[in-house]
C-alpha cells in the first residue's frame, strides 16, 4: 500500500521557522517526483514546491521563494519542507504529493494526509 | 499564472442524479487538466488527468471532457461517497494551478 505520511507541523509564532517531513513507503521513491500542496483554512489547494528524483531539478511559488527549501533523502525514502520567516499567510495544511512522471509540470497522483501549520502569536 | 475558475460554487444533486461541473482556464491549458476529489477532513484523491482519462480506480460514472479553456466532469449517478469538494488543476503553464473548486451537496 502507497503512504505518505507528513508530520513536523505545529504552532509557531510570526517570523519562525518549522521543519515539514514526509515519510513515503510503498512507492519508488527514488524515482518519484515530489511536491508540496497547502490548503488554507476554509480556501482551496495551492501548489508549493517540486523537487525532482535526484534534487536537481527544484521549483517554487512566488509566494514562498526565499523562505522555503524543499528537500529530499531518498535513502531514507523521506521528503523535506524547510520552512523560514513564516507568516500567517503561510498558515495552512501542507501536504506532500507525487508527480507521475519526473516532468517538472504535472498532476499529482498520491497524496498524504497533511500536517497542520498554524503561524500565530 | 493561468486562473481557473470553477462553477458552480456550490451544487445541490439528489442521489441517484446526474451531477455535472465545469472549470474554466484563462489561457490555453491544451489537455492537461486533472480533477480531484476531496471529502472533509481528507486529502484529495485523483479522479480524472489529462481531462478525460480516469485514474486508478475511479468508478466509471465519473467521465471527464473538454480541452483548451473549457473542461467538464460529470458523474453520472451520484452515489453518498460523492458528495464532496472538486477542485480542477491546470499543468500546462507554469506555476500549476488549481480551481477555488465546486461543493457537490444533497439536495
Known amino acids: ?121 | 499564472e493561468v486562473v481557473m475558475t470553477q462553477s458552480p460554487a456550490t451544487l445541490s444533486v439528489s442521489p441517484g442524479e446526474r451531477a455535472t461541473f465545469s472549470c474554466r482556464a484563462s489561457q490555453n491549458v491544451g489537455g492537461s487538466l486533472a480533477w480531484y476529489q476531496q471529502r472533509p477532513g481528507q486529502a484529495p484523491r485523483l479522479l480524472i488527468y489529462l481531462a478525460s482519462t480516469r485514474g486508478t480506480g475511479i468508478p466509471a460514472r465519473f467521465s471527464g471532457s473538454g480541452s483548451v479553456t473549457e473542461f467538464t466532469l460529470t458523474i453520472s449517478s451520484l452515489q453518498s461517497d460523492d458528495f464532496a469538494l472538486y477542485y480542477c488543476q491546470q499543468y500546462h503553464h507554469w506555476p500549476p494551478t488549481f480551481g477555488r473548486g465546486t461543493k457537490v451537496e444533497i439536495k
Open chain 1, 1 to 121: 500500500e502507497v503512504q505518505l505520511v507528513e508530520s513536523g507541523g505545529g504552532l509557531v509564532q510570526p517570523g519562525g521557522s518549522l521543519r515539514l517531513s514526509c515519510a513515503a513507503s510503498g512507492l519508488t521513491f527514488n524515482t518519484s517526483s515530489m511536491n508540496w500542496v497547502r490548503q488554507a483554512p476554509g480556501k482551496g489547494l495551492e501548489w508549493v514546491s517540486y523537487i525532482s528524483p535526484s534534487s536537481r531539478t527544484i521549483y517554487y511559488a512566488d509566494s514562498v521563494k526565499g523562505r522555503f527549501t524543499i528537500s529530499r533523502d531518498n535513502a531514507k525514502h523521506s521528503l523535506y519542507l524547510q520552512m523560514n520567516s513564516l507568516g500567517a499567510e503561510d498558515t495552512a495544511v501542507y501536504f506532500c504529493a507525487r508527480s507521475p512522471t519526473t516532468y517538472y509540470l504535472d498532476f499529482f497522483d498520491m497524496w498524504g494526509q497533511g500536517t497542520m501549520v498554524t503561524v500565530s502569536s
